[in-house]
């Protein structure tokens, strides 16, 4: 059974950084597609952050463009989002999904989702 296990978020204050971690775990061999990371505030929909696309390529929405930083690591099946300079709209909680290669076809898997609050 794939998990995606997500750490990192927190309460922050405007300005901070935060670094969150996604591995998957519960499988021996992992052939991993694109990962991203996603965040959601109640009532609105989820929302593409940022992406790393076919293992380098690297996509930003506009809002945070600067600020945060994905990066990946293969060995460790992990993805990370480095947060910088941090603003109170970016409160939510935010989501790591990857692609990963299970019986012949790329499955998307989800995290379960890891708050970030950003507060003075």
């Known amino acids: 059974q794939v998990q995606l296990v997500e750490s990192g978020g927190g309460l922050v204050q405007p300005g901070g950084s935060l670094t969150l971690s996604c591995a998957a775990s519960?499988?021996?061999?992992?052939?991993?597609?694109?990962m991203r990371w996603y965040r959601q505030v109640p009532g609105l929909e989820r929302e593409l952050v940022a992406a790393?696309?076919?293992?380098?390529?690297?996509n930003y929405a506009d809002s945070v463009k600067g600020r945060f930083t994905i990066s990946r690591d293969n060995v460790k099946n992990a993805v990370y989002l480095q947060m910088n300079s941090l603003k109170f709209e970016d409160t939510a909680v935010y989501y790591c999904?990857?692609?990963?290669?299970?019986?012949?076809?790329?499955?998307?898997?989800w995290g379960r989702g890891t708050q970030v609050t950003v507060s003075s």
């Open positions: 790393i696309i076919g293992g380098s390529r690297a």
């Open positions: 999904n990857v692609e990963i290669w299970r019986q012949g076809e790329w499955v998307d898997y």
């Open positions: 519960g499988g021996s061999i992992f052939i991993i597609n694109d």
